[in-house]
């Protein structure tokens, strides 16, 4: 049988005193052998310990902090306190009520929409005050983080090939203060990747993907476009921004993996505006390099293509498409502004069926 | 409340509670989730603080209940603290010959992260009104556990269950109850036989997982030589061909652009792939059934970490054991994936009320007298140091 009467340690000691309460309109008296014991003025309880089902609550005083009054029965509880002051009743100050997670709910989703924007606006202002040179050297971390991910490949010939392409369009970029360094890997994911500082990874699947020079050319020159803008830099510094706030959200060690799955959601994607930006710049580096922006949707259409037929190539272009959102709204863009597909090669076929075969070995 | 005996029945023996229930726990996280989010993460501090709180003040001895007296305040300033310290750190680990003794720092860190979040816990830890204490010094501690890790290397792990011990006698010596010090004599010779039955089962479950992944690499290294030699007569063969090639003429290109010609071979690695995948899925499985069989030393450890300590005349018992510790590993890792993350706090919790119930405690509970000592203000830089070396005790 659990005894119901109220308990009062004094803080000193850890014995505890069964006691009898008696309450006034300003005061609660603390009794122990009919004599009191101490008096708590109302204005200075507070609850040390919510009340909880079987194991009842705790009130404590502020003039004493280590004191407390151990009560069993929710009624006495209660009595108590209502006559405490608001801020007092309870040691928390929301109370986890449904209809308050549903309020605060509804807030964290307004907040959500109102710190992606902010966030982005910042990184650009962050992005724009980092000098050349550190990009220059973040540029060469992450382009080691991306080879120990993606083998890098020695094959000197389409290095060669894929560098004949990119000098084509390297000269209208002349005033510009990056200029493309490329590098070749190993993978079967048809993509390639602007890097902070210049460097465009190219993967040999999309090069064993790609139907015609023209469709590499596009593709480098859309690349070239977030170079040109500092896009992967950005977007860098926006995943280091999402990285602290997510890394604060989870740090109450509970939600860990629904943080980190937010997190990669976020740093997945360049945003919509930036991908429409690269587009248009590739496709007017294209046509001044003698290009036809129709390689880039091309090779656009076939990803649209792909993510029809998940049984087939979806997977090929998944690295893609995870990358790039919106192909089918950038094919329509890219053909109603340029209609033809003619080009002038710089490879021989031979060349370029070599270049297909990159990696290869 | 009193449980059946297995001390001398002298003793009355009573038994530790959790009463914490999952619907609240798990509201208190959306709370602190949601919470967190509009505040952009700051309030995380205030949101651990009333988790601890909720977790600590659940736990019942007889009818008395822990108190949680740490604040959100005192975590937040020391993640501040912590900060200047962690972040130097984490850019030292990044920089060449710099990052060796930046290592070794970190490594420092991560071994007395138990004996920082310890110590600030349990200076804002209650029960019956009176503060717990963890007194000693860092530096000593740290001394103990680098020692202690170098023995356990150099004897390749047979020294771990002495280590383990000692660690812990250092822990459990400075640990006090108001002006009461708890006292603790241990025998890691009563570990041994576990201890190494379960490190031979680790270690071997290793190696057996090792062997697919060294085949997949052996293959691998055997097809590389293989290909190099092709692609050297290949590329002679090219240049040949477009040389003879050498200006791209119109009629190589249809009329979309796209050279006329053959489609390009299948991928040749997708086989390699295949392999080395089935490789480390075999390793990690292997490996996994092996950390799972050291759950057994885990729960002996506990066991013997009780059954040593001592405070005043009361003392301690757990029946931990490490079937139960699976069992409650698994089904926890299998909540947390089928909840995506959010059941997370209920395996905490879960965890939390396993520990707690094997608990008993021996001895006359109402007649401990301990008087409240001086307040040690530990601050939460410690604990969020810890916090940042990944040790965060599950709460």
Known sequence: ???????????????????????????????????????????????????????????????????????????????????????????????????????????????????????????????????????????????????????????????????????????????????????????????????????????????????????????????????????????????????????????????????????FMQGMNYSRKKEFAADEFGTQLLIKSGYSPKGLSAFLNRVEEGQKNWAGGATKYLQFLSTHPETKERIDRIEGAHKSGAYRASLSPAEFKRLQRACQG | MDAPLNLPSKFPVTQMHYNGTWGQILKLHLMNLFLNIITIGIYSFWGKTRIRRYMTSHITIGQDRFEYTGTGKELFLGWLKALLIFIPLLICLSIPIINIPAFIAFFGLLSIALYLALRYRLSRTKWRGIRFNLAGSIKEYFMISIKRTFINIVTLGWKIPKSDIIRWSYIANHMSYGDLKFSYEGDDSRLRKIHLMTLSILIGAVLVGLVPLIGSGVMKGIEKIEKSAVQNEQSQLVRGVATIEATSSPEAYDEDGYPKGDEVVADPNTGFEKSIFIGIIAFYALFGLGFIGRLWYQAALWQEQMRGLRLEGLRFKSDVIGKELAWLLITNILLIICTLGIGKPIAAQRTLRYYITKMRIGGDLEGLLAKQDKAHEKSGMGDALAADVGFDMGM
């Open chain 1, 1 to 263: 049988m659990i005894d119901l009467s109220p308990r009062f340690l004094d803080g000193e000691t850890s014995q505890s005193q069964k006691v009898k309460l008696s309450m006034t309109e300003q005061s609660l008296i603390i009794k122990s052998d009919n004599q009191t014991q101490v008096l708590w003025v109302y204005s200075k309880i507070f609850v040390k310990e919510d009340w909880s089902g079987s194991i009842g609550g705790i009130f404590g005083f502020k003039d004493s902090p280590d004191a407390g009054l151990f009560i069993h029965d929710r009624k006495q509880f209660d009595h108590i306190q209502r006559k405490l002051h608001s801020r007092h009743k309870a040691t928390y100050i929301v109370p986890t009520q449904f209809r308050y997670l549903f309020l605060l709910g509804l807030g964290a989703i307004a907040a959500g929409f109102l710190l992606f924007p902010l966030l982005g606006h910042l990184s650009s202002f962050v992005t724009y005050l980092i000098p050349y040179k550190a990009e220059n050297k973040l540029g060469d971390l992450v382009l080691d983080e991306i080879s120990k991910e993606f083998e890098p490949c020695e094959d000197k010939i389409a290095l060669e090939s894929l560098q004949k392409i990119s000098n084509r369009l390297i000269p209208p970029l002349k005033n510009q203060k990056i200029i493309p360094k490329l590098s070749l890997h190993e993978s079967r994911e048809a993509n390639a990747f602007s890097l902070p500082g210049g460097h465009i990874a190219v993967l040999s699947g999309f090069l064993a993907d790609a139907k015609s020079e023209n469709e590499v050319a596009a593709v480098l020159a859309h690349e070239m476009g977030h170079m040109i803008k500092r896009d992967s830099l950005e977007v860098f510094v926006q995943s280091q921004g999402m990285s602290l706030i997510i890394s604060l959200i989870s740090s109450s060690g509970s939600y860990g993996g629904m943080a980190e799955f937010v997190s």
